[in-house]
């Protein structure tokens, strides 16, 4: 560790934090994972005092526990459940009373001007009491309601930035998985990119799970392509996650140190108090819900979809049964206000539930009336008891009935648009707008209510085929998704969008190429029908950019996509492709794509059949055009839907056509910049191939995908690789002398090692080439060492059957 020491003494140190740092005593601040389970065993041992104590939901209740991969959505299903924007008031409880060894060693190095910078995912104030009492200068910045510095090295004092905000200044909290979902700004993320690579990088109490959130989440992988070479991870047992082990793969020197915190950082902080103090516990988040004051009942619409979300549909049905009972008892004379407001509010989240559950039917009709039913059942019940409630009593009373009103009339507008009453749906809408008239705009559920309202009315006006005032509604409705930090929601309203768009294009199109809608007078006019096809794309782009405004660029770029797709004659596939490659030369992927998504929208399914799709080749390596941003969800559905197909087409034994389908899979993927499902398909499509005794063409795509790949899909590609030579050498293409050493080559190849599974086949594969070059005493060996890992698996038959057969 001394090399550590001083290169951190010479150089000065950026500091990555997270939660594992404020755990020690005397913080004792929960980790994340923590906290998430007090919640969760607050709200269970409350609701159990108001359920029966003898019944299978009960137990359902009571066994529930919180699995690791739900704490993401966990905030987001307690938020809009009953917390709404009192939630962050809960987070409150993450900061500790005093700072623990591990501030202190921070500070001290601090202090001495070793560390430089410290940029923490913490809510917590101890980093500032600490660097405040060792009398450190600091000066502390939150992303979500502050520029960035205009320079990296601050020279009045050590700048504190804490991306996901501080406990006190609520506003600035950045909790929720849709708000970190929506990425650090633009600016900070340059601004931490070039700061952190000024200063070699230690990272510490932090696991690195937020880096999945988000393409580069931190700037970490735009530090080191800047100049960070050396980071150092700490990690309590010496395992980090796999995107942690591909970032510290593109510095010149990553290392993962296996050590404590605090211990790891007293090492180098000579100044820091290492006197072990009496544990002082955290609040309890108890008294949070003491302040709440809620019916526990709400809570049970928290825990059923927490079930739901964890596979276990048939307790969440059974809790949500249990708790629609509740809400349906006959009304008690000496009821309150806020308890018939509860009823109601229980029930009409149990009809916006029912809509969620609608995906997941099986197409089955009457399956899917069934659930409708309950959606209309359940939300009329709610505005009726919503609509006997006496006079608010408060502010915040008045506030919460017209969030609950609004947001059951949009969720019936959404049943109502599904069953084709597009006038009930349209009274509804009205009715909502009402109600959110004079709730404050910058509220975070007022703006999520706004929201879902603005894409009832785009789903309206999609309905009576009035696509402009439709795409107008889905792009104002993705826009407030976007600032309320609802991702997801984002991402299903610009795909609403996006096909409206389609639908516009294709109907203002069809009038211009008829000539119903272009200008006459236009003296280009007549000059021949390719002439004249162009003119009128012209006008209508024109058109198109003075009618929409502020918006018609945008849309007149998707209008000239569609448009130059859907020229070819009779829109057949195979015509486009020939006028494409006429025109192009060399295929144009974006293009090409693009025509297969227009084409999937133009026929308002996203099913293909083989002939459908045309032969795009991957990209021989370096950097893929990218889609229009109004297109690239829908061809991110297209590219997920021609995988599927291709699987099916695999499965039926057509290998050489599934081959051709998981590559325009993956070029559909590589698109819309997935690279990682591109990887995939593409592993996919050189299986399929050498399945049909195409190696060639498998060749070629190994070179196409091995200039793109890095991380955990290198080893694949190592592997696919090894399996063509096994294949060219049986053929006699290659002799097994040749295979065999470049299949040792590939076995030598660093990454495997991480891959056992993987390292294995590649072994399988020089098994088989050392039988062609009668090396059977290693063989065996190489059989033997795969045996070991395949163990279990599918593979143990075959490979027993071979080490059987070398024994004969």
């Not at 150089?11 to 005397?26: F, R």
């Not at 393409?215 to 080191?224: H, K, V």
């Not at 949070?288 to 049905?317: C, E």
């Not at 399929?688 to 070179?703: F, Q, T």
Request: charge should be negative; hydrophobic fraction near 45%.
């Amino acid at each position: 560790m001394d090399d550590l020491g001083d290169r951190w003494r010479n150089e000065g140190l950026s500091v990555l934090v997270g939660a594992g740092l404020s755990m020690a005593p005397p913080s004792n601040v929960p980790s994340w994972m923590g906290f998430n389970e007090q919640l969760l065993t607050e709200m269970k041992s409350r609701l159990l005092t108001v359920l029966p104590t003898s019944n299978e939901v009960h137990e359902d209740v009571a066994r529930l526990a919180l699995a690791r991969d739900t704490v993401t959505g966990f905030s987001e299903i307690v938020s809009d459940a009953f917390a709404r924007d009192y939630w962050f008031d809960a987070l409150r409880h993450l900061d500790g009373e005093l700072p623990n060894a591990g501030h202190w060693a921070l500070a001290d190095l601090a202090r001495r001007g070793t560390v430089r910078l410290i940029v923490t995912t913490n809510f917590d104030t101890l980093i500032e009491r600490a660097l405040g009492a060792a009398g450190v200068d600091h000066r502390v910045l939150v992303p979500k309601n502050s520029a960035p510095p205009k320079i990296v090295d601050d020279p009045s004092g050590l700048l504190v930035v804490k991306v996901h905000g501080s406990v006190e200044r609520s506003a600035s909290l950045v909790d929720l998985a849709r708000q970190k979902a929506s990425g650090i700004d633009v600016s900070w993320k340059s601004w931490l990119s070039r700061s952190l690579c000024r200063h070699p990088l230690l990272v510490a109490g932090f696991s690195g799970y937020d880096l999945t959130l988000g393409r580069d989440y931190l700037g970490l992988e735009a530090a080191l392509a800047q100049g960070l070479s050396h980071v150092t991870w700490l990690s309590r047992d010496g395992h980090v996650l796999e995107n942690v082990s591909r970032l510290l793969a593109l510095a010149k020197e990553g290392r993962v140190v296996a050590a404590d915190l605090p211990d790891f950082l007293l090492r180098f902080a000579d100044g820091a108090p290492r006197s072990r103090v009496p544990v002082i516990q955290s609040p309890s988040v108890a008294s949070w819900f003491d302040g709440s004051n809620l019916d526990p009942i709400l809570y049970g619409v928290a825990l059923a979809r927490i079930m739901r979300v964890q596979g276990d549909t048939n307790a969440s049905q059974r809790l949500r049964a249990m708790l629609r009972r509740h809400a349906l008892r006959v009304p008690q004379e000496a009821e309150t206000g806020a308890e018939l407001a509860t009823r109601a509010a229980v029930l009409a989240q149990m009809g916006a539930d029912a809509l969620g559950d609608l995906p997941d039917v099986v197409a089955d009709d009457e399956a899917i009336a069934a659930v409708l039913r309950t959606a209309f059942e359940d939300l009329n019940n709610s505005l009726q008891l919503q609509s006997v409630l006496p006079e608010e009593s408060s502010e915040k009373e008045r506030l919460e009935r017209r969030l609950n009103l609004s947001g059951t009339l949009v969720n019936l507008g959404r049943a109502r648009v599904l069953v084709g009453d597009l006038a009930g749906a349209e009274v509804a809408a009205g009715i909502a707008r009402t109600a959110l008239v004079a709730v404050d705009h910058g509220a975070g559920a007022a703006m999520a209510r706004r929201a879902q309202l603005r894409l009832l009315n785009g789903l309206v006006s999609a309905g009576r085929r009035d696509w402009r005032r439709a795409a107008l509604a889905f792009l104002e409705s993705r826009s407030l998704f976007v600032e309320y930090g609802d991702l997801l929601a984002a991402d299903g309203a610009h795909t609403q969008y996006a096909n409206a768009l389609a639908k516009l294009g294709l109907e203002r199109y069809s009038a211009w190429l008829n000539g119903t809608a272009s200008d006459p007078s236009d003296p280009r006019i007549d000059g021949g029908p390719e002439t004249n096809r162009t003119i009128r794309i012209e006008q209508l782009m024109e058109h198109v950019q003075v009618e929409l405004e502020g918006d018609g660029a945008l849309l007149a770029q998707v209008l000239w996509e569609v448009c130059a797709c859907a020229e070819a004659p009779n829109g057949r596939l195979s015509r486009q492709m020939g006028d494409l490659r006429r025109k192009h030369g060399p295929p144009d992927l974006a293009a090409l794509f693009v025509v297969v998504c227009v084409e999937a929208l133009f026929g308002g399914r996203l099913a293909f059949s083989v002939s459908e799709i045309p032969d795009i080749p991957l990209p021989p390596g370096g950097p893929v055009p990218h889609l229009h941003p109004c297109i690239v969800d829908v061809a991110a559905e297209v590219a997920r839907r021609i995988a599927q197909t291709g699987k099916e087409i695999h499965r039926s034994g057509d290998f050489g056509s599934a081959g051709r389908l998981f590559t325009v899979a993956s070029v559909g993927f590589a698109l819309v910049n997935d690279i990682s499902e591109s990887a995939r398909a593409g592993i996919y499509a050189v299986d399929s191939h050498v399945r049909a005794g195409d190696v060639e063409r498998a060749v070629s795509l190994l070179d196409a995908l091995e200039a793109s790949a890095f991380g955990s899909h290198v080893p694949p590609i190592i592997a696919r690789r090894a399996l063509v030579l096994e294949q060219r050498a049986l053929a006699g293409d290659v002799h097994p002398r040749e295979a065999q050493r470049e299949i040792e080559r590939l076995l030598a190849h660093p990454s495997l090692a991480d891959s056992p599974l993987d390292s294995a086949v590649v072994k399988l594969r020089l098994a088989t080439v050392l039988t062609e070059a009668v090396d059977l005493g290693r063989r065996s060996a190489l059989l033997h060492e795969a045996l070991l890992v395949f163990d279990g698996t599918e593979w143990e038959q075959p490979v027993r059957a071979a080490i059987d057969e070398l024994r004969l």
